[in-house]
């Protein structure tokens, strides 16, 4: 990634009072409000079910909006799709990689779908490939790859389109320890490289490693923000994870408490 | 220009991968009803509108064959590339709901019209078959092509179980294609079955070509015409307005 763009005056994302209610009156998002800088590493964690994927799916295309706005990078997700959508790389949750697709195409095809020239997108996808570790199975199948293969494909078809904001919707989900070190390794550098990163994790140590800021989701909203730290010592609780048990109303299960109840019981 | 041509690329290159399921078995197919109906059974039946049976069944199979298979690929691609989620990739990028709708529809379009054309040459090959109308057959077989691409899409976009795509091409498609005239003159229908084929939208098309073809037409070519291109249109303003709205896509 050569080209270091200078940090734009708009934030990476910017949603105001997002609400999304599917057609089953189910309201995935009751009037979120978010802001990502330019060049931060954000963390979104919450419970299952919170929205962190409903909210992800507004901001690129793949749900529309019930009310609300969203921005990235100062263009609106919705009326300006075309300059927002080339902004964002998403790595969704699913490995959804074509079967049919070899590896080489898979990244091609996503370079054109972004207006990406033929010789731009070759020599592309080769640094990719070489990155990711993917080299010898650019003329493979995808369905041939390993799991730990198609999370990497994932990332560099995210990564093809060199977007400004990435997208990773729990990125290390059913990983490897491994892949995960290694994941986390990429993700980082990308970062380092100047990329915004919006990391949705239900691992709170994925979280704390990586993430300068972190917002908790719960039920549909935007309940607490601020740095693992900042979070901590808001909830009164010495760990991010422990804040997020008082979160979610779940504080029983904080090993803080197990590490005291195994205590007691023993005197 | 660039995001149309690389998805429609994926498109071609999906039913590329699998040619003997999506183009031999489609050229299989239709030479065993050139086959049955034209060599083997056609030397009884005789001439229908001064043509020897085989050279009169042909023009129907051509049709058939673009119209199935352009139908077929394009519910199968969607409906596949929805449930695997891969479809996200194509909507999450900056290509517009035109450019997806027309792609998708190009890819069993172009599918239908490779089969059609070697369905063609091989047949000229077996039998002497002329092309009395060549400016009425290409803009037939081209609405046609589209517009059974495009009831595809609307099928693929609409279907949630891969039930939904063999339910419509198996009770809807195959029986309104066959009863429209592809193996058989209309006139020749006693009552009321005559009166019921001018219901079938086929029968219109099926007509058209063969008037392309062999140069007769069981109506008149430009009301035919005028249907098809209403048809076609209309189906792919609703593609586009689906498309549009992201219905059963987006969520």
């Given amino acids: ?267 | 220009m660039i995001r149309l041509v690389a998805l429609t690329r994926r498109e071609v290159s999906r039913f590329l991968k699998i040619p003997r399921q999506t183009v031999g078995a489609p050229l299989l197919e239709t030479f065993l009803y050139i086959s049955i109906f034209g060599a083997a059974l056609g030397s009884r039946v005789g001439e229908l509108h001064g043509y020897e049976y085989i050279v009169f069944v042909i023009p129907g199979l051509i049709m058939m064959a673009f119209a199935i298979n352009a139908f077929s690929n394009n519910s199968s691609s969607i409906l596949q590339q929805k449930f695997q989620g891969a479809i996200d990739d194509q909507l999450s990028s900056p290509a517009s709901p035109g450019q997806l709708m027309l792609a998708f529809t190009l890819g069993g379009f172009l599918r239908g019209l490779l089969i059609s054309v070697i369905t063609f040459i091989v047949a000229s090959l077996l039998v002497d078959l002329p092309v009395k109308h060549f400016y009425v057959l290409i803009p037939a077989l081209f609405l046609v092509g589209w517009f059974f691409a495009s009831l595809g899409v609307l099928v693929g976009v609409r279907a949630e179980q891969f039930d939904d795509v063999s339910f419509a091409q198996t009770f809807v498609l195959q029986p309104l294609i066959f009863l429209g005239g592809v193996f058989y003159s209309a006139a020749l229908l006693p009552e009321p079955y005559q009166t019921l084929t001018h219901f079938n939208p086929v029968y219109y098309m099926i007509s058209l070509v063969r008037y392309g073809f062999l140069g007769v037409a069981d109506i008149s070519v430009w009301l035919s015409l005028g249907l098809l291109t209403a048809a076609t249109a209309g189906l792919t303003l609703i593609n586009y307005r689906l498309f549009k709205g992201g219905y059963k896509l987006r969520r």
Avoid at chain 1, 23 to 43: C, M, N, Q, W, Y
Avoid at chain 1, 175 to 182: A, F, G, I, K, T
Avoid at chain 1, 230 to 255: I, M, N, P
Wanted: proline share 4%; aromatic share 6%.
């Fill in chain 1, 1 to 267: 990634m050569t080209s270091s763009s200078a940090p734009s005056p708009a934030p990476a994302l910017q949603i105001a009072d997002l609400v999304k209610r599917y057609p089953t009156g189910t309201e995935a998002l009751k009037g979120v409000s978010l802001e990502i800088p330019d060049g931060e590493f954000f963390g979104l964690l919450g419970p299952n079910g919170a929205g962190k994927s409903t909210l992800i799916h507004c901001s690129t295309g793949l749900a529309s909006p019930t009310s609300g706005s969203i921005e990235i990078f100062g263009h609106d997700a919705v009326s300006d799709y075309r300059e927002a959508r080339e902004a964002v790389g998403l790595a969704p949750q699913d490995l959804n990689i074509d079967w049919f697709l070899t590896v080489e195409e898979t990244l091609d095809f996503h370079g054109g779908y972004f207006g990406m020239g033929k010789k731009d997108r070759k020599e592309r996808v080769s640094e990719l490939l070489a990155t990711f570790s993917l080299e010898e199975k650019r003329n493979n199948r995808t369905r041939e790859l390993s799991g730990g293969m198609k999370r990497r494909l994932i990332l560099a078809r995210a990564l093809m389109h060199r977007p400004k904001l990435l997208i990773l919707d729990e990125p290390t989900a059913g990983v490897d320890v491994e892949l995960r070190l290694e994941l986390w390794h990429y993700v980082r550098e990308i970062n380092e490289e100047g990329t915004t990163i919006l990391l949705t994790t239900h691992y709170l140590e994925e979280a704390e490693q990586l993430c300068s800021r972190i917002a908790f989701i719960n039920g549909g909203e935007i309940v607490d923000q601020g740095s693992s730290a900042e979070l901590a010592q808001r909830f009164g609780v010495g760990s991010l994870e422990d804040a997020y048990l008082e979160l979610v109303g779940r504080k029983e299960l904080s090993r803080a408490h197990v590490g005291a109840d195994e205590a007691e019981a023993g005197a």
